[in-house]
């Protein structure tokens, strides 16, 4: 049984930091794309970030450019979500997802397996 398990989230004032995580188990990830998307009250899902397990390479949203990191460690199956500077607008409920895709990012409907979401909340 595949999960994926997101940890991290939390209230924190704008210019701070959080790290978030996705542990993942139930299959091997190798030839997969692992993927934070964040929805915000109100909004639709949207993509944030995502990296090629193997190799690393890395796609980020331009509204994250410069402040987030994306991370894996293959060890421990888990990815990493570096947010810094994080502004209100980026309160959101923030979920790791995988792909076994070629793209990358790839398309949102490419991710067949989805954590239950980690919510971060960004005061002013």
């Known amino acids: 049984q595949v999960q994926l398990v997101e940890s991290g989230g939390g209230l924190v004032q704008a210019g701070a930091s959080l790290r978030l995580s996705c542990t993942a188990s139930g299959r091997a990830f190798s030839n997969y794309v692992m993927g934070w998307f964040r929805q915000a009250p109100g909004k639709e899902r949207e993509f944030v970030v995502a990296?090629?397990?193997?190799?690393?390479?890395?796609y980020y949203a331009d509204s994250v450019k410069g402040r987030f990191t994306i991370s894996r460690d293959n060890a421990k199956n888990t990815v990493y979500l570096q947010m810094n500077s994080l502004k209100p607008e980026d309160t959101a409920v923030y979920y790791c997802?995988?792909?076994?895709?070629?793209?990358?990012?790839?398309?949102?409907?490419?991710?067949?397996?989805w954590g239950r979401g980690t919510q971060v909340t960004v005061s002013s």
């Open positions: 990296i090629r397990w193997s190799g690393g390479s890395t």
């Open positions: 997802a995988a792909a076994e895709t070629a793209w990358l990012p790839g398309p949102e409907k490419a991710y067949d397996y």
